[in-house]
């Protein structure tokens, strides 16, 4: 049996460990296809796998966490609009970032109503044009944000050339975007981690490779980070280069190999 490796947003879902060694051979003296061990991050379809459920959760709490940062921006009785988009409303992982900031409103701050999700794109000057309408069509909200990279690049943009007084933010880390925050242009954005993500799920399969090490079962957060004025200047030296990102992501990773079960948890947890 294989082993499925998972990556989601915030975490690593690890399904099956229990597989055969990576040094199966059939009976022609080939590799057995069954005992091939594939990795898959930050996937957009779990239809092959019985983890569709989970994935979902994963993006989901994703959203809770954008959202718990911009509800701290927000007076404890604040009213309104907040305005969501999604450049890509059939794209489930973004959708689902959606979700969860929708839910987290509604149990927080349920005075605030969240507007959208509106389509914005996921092209640059199309996303661009998608939000510069939303705003004209929505004033007076208290936020704009999306779910994309592309969405905090095109809010900064428009709430500069507007002098707008309401917060913009979104995910992903485009470096136009960092330096908005860094500029107090945008409040925040969420950084999914996908780097140190892509490193541990390549530093096991490595391992069991080269060295027949079990994959461990269950599923494997990273972790994930709220990016605002406290951090964005350590981010933006980190993203600097791959060998920046490297001796940034090295220590943490050290960190979370030196005790596993500190971040890996049973799959039924996830759901």
């Keep these: 049996m294989r082993t499925k490796l998972l990556l989601p947003c915030l975490c690593i879902l690890l399904l ?19 005992s091939i061990h594939v990795a898959f991050v930050a996937p957009t379809s779990s239809q092959d796998f019985a983890v569709e459920e989970a994935n979902g959760a994963r993006y989901a709490a994703a959203g809770k966490l954008f959202a718990d940062e ?15 988009g999604v450049p890509g409303l059939g794209t489930p992982p973004l959708v689902q970032r959606g979700q969860g900031v929708v839910e987290e409103f509604k149990a927080k701050l349920p005075n605030v109503k969240v507007v959208g999700p509106f389509n914005t794109d996921g092209v640059q000057t199309v996303n661009f044009n998608e939000w510069n309408n939303i705003v004209k069509a929505h004033p007076g909200a208290l936020a704009y944000f999306g779910t994309g990279n592309n969405d905090a690049v095109s809010l900064a943009k428009i709430k500069e050339s507007n002098h707008g007084n309401y917060l913009t933010g979104g995910f992903d880390l485009e470096t ?6 860094a500029s107090g242009v945008n409040f925040a954005l969420l950084d999914p981690e996908h780097f140190l993500k892509g490193y541990i799920a390549m530093k096991l399969l490595i391992e069991h490779a080269l060295n027949n090490k079990a994959i461990p079962e269950g599923w494997w957060n990273p972790g994930s980070l709220i990016v605002n004025q406290g951090n964005v200047e350590q981010v933006l030296k980190r993203q600097e280069s791959l060998s920046t990102r490297g001796a940034f992501f090295q220590p943490i990773a050290d960190a979370e190999f030196a005790d596993p079960s500190k971040y890996i948890q049973p799959l039924s947890t996830a759901k």
């Design 16 to 34: 099956l460990a229990a597989c055969s060694s990576s040094n199966a051979s059939s009976s022609t003296g080939k590799k057995d296809p069954s």
């Design 70 to 84: 911009l509800i701290s921006k927000l007076p404890a009785n604040a009213s309104g609009n907040v305005v969501l």
């Design 176 to 181: 136009s975007s960092l330096q908005a925050v």
